[in-house]
C-alpha cells in the first residue's frame, strides 16, 4: 500500500509557472507508475502525465505537451509535475495518482488528496 500527499499548488498568473510534488510512503514506491490528474469544476477528472516505474517512459496530455514535464526520484519517493507556460485552462485540483498499471487511470488505487492549481488571466 502506498499514501500520497500533494504539495505546491497556488495562484499564478498566466504564462508563469509552477512545481507539484508528490509525497509517497511505502518502501514499493518504484513499483508503481505514477501520474498527475487534473479536475476541473464541472469536469470529469483527467490524466495530464504519467512516468513508468523506472522514469523511462511519459506521457503527457496533448493539451500540456511542451509545458509541463513529470519526473520521479524513485530514492526519494516522490514525484514532481513542472508546470509552465500556465493558461487559465490549466485550473483545477490536481491529484496524484500509483497504480500497477501504465498509464494510471481513473480507476487507479491510490491518491492523493490534491492540489489546487488556479492560473488567472
Known amino acids: 500500500q502506498v499514501q500520497l500527499v500533494e504539495s505546491g499548488g497556488g495562484l499564478v498568473q498566466a504564462g508563469g509557472s509552477l512545481r507539484l510534488s508528490c509525497a509517497a510512503s511505502?518502501?514499493?514506491?518504484?513499483?508503481?507508475?505514477m501520474g498527475w490528474f487534473r479536475q476541473a469544476p464541472g469536469k470529469e477528472r483527467e490524466l495530464v502525465a504519467a512516468?513508468?516505474?523506472?522514469?523511462?517512459?511519459?506521457y503527457y496530455a496533448d493539451s500540456v505537451k511542451g509545458r509541463f514535464a513529470i519526473s520521479r526520484d524513485n530514492a526519494k519517493n516522490t514525484v514532481s509535475l513542472q508546470m509552465n507556460s500556465l493558461k487559465p485552462e490549466d485550473t483545477g485540483v490536481y491529484y496524484c495518482?500509483?497504480?500497477?498499471?501504465?498509464?494510471?487511470?481513473?480507476?487507479?488505487?491510490?491518491w492523493g488528496r490534491g492540489t489546487q492549481v488556479t492560473v488567472s488571466s
Open positions: 495518482a500509483a497504480d500497477w498499471r501504465y498509464p494510471p487511470s481513473s480507476r487507479s488505487d491510490y
Open positions: 511505502g518502501r514499493t514506491f518504484s513499483s508503481y507508475a
Open positions: 512516468v513508468m516505474r523506472s522514469g523511462g517512459n511519459t
